[in-house]
């Protein structure tokens, strides 16, 4: 049974910084594509990044609102997925959800909720100005 797991959430200030993590059991995070994901009040979930093998190289991808600021990356030897966040804005604000590829849905783009089977239970962060 697949299980993934976030930790890091919480309150910060506009322009700190918060690094969120997702620890995943009965998966390898080596085998697919994985992603983050977040929900603000009111609004539909939405991509923040996501990261993937493309069988020469690893890639990562960001939507407009995290380039420059959000960073994803994985360790394998330790399962964990990261999505370190930088120069936080009041509008980061949401419940944040990592996300792994399954058997389905790999006609869809890693920035496409779509693609991914598995999902965490979300971490809140907050962020005040």
């Known amino acids: 049974q697949v299980r993934l797991v976030e930790s890091g959430g919480g309150s910060v200030q506009a322009g700190g910084s918060r690094r969120l993590s997702c620890a995943a059991s009965g998966y390898t995070y080596s085998s697919g594509s994985l992603g983050w994901f977040r929900e603000a009040p009111g609004k539909e979930r939405e991509a923040v990044a996501a990261?993937?093998?493309?069988?020469?190289?690893?890639?990562?991808a960001y939507r407009d609102p995290a380039k420059g600021r959000f960073t994803i990356s994985q360790d394998n030897a330790k399962n964990t997925l990261n999505l370190q966040m930088n120069s936080l804005r009041p509008s980061d604000t949401a419940v944040y959800y990592c996300?792994?590829?399954?058997?389905?849905?790999?006609?869809?783009?890693?920035?496409?909720?779509?693609?991914?089977?598995?999902w965490g239970q979300g971490t809140q962060v907050t962020v005040s100005s």
């Open positions: 990261i993937w093998f493309d069988g020469t190289q690893t890639r990562t």
């Open positions: 996300a792994a590829e399954g058997e389905k849905g790999r006609e869809y783009g890693p920035l496409q909720h779509q693609r991914y089977t598995y």
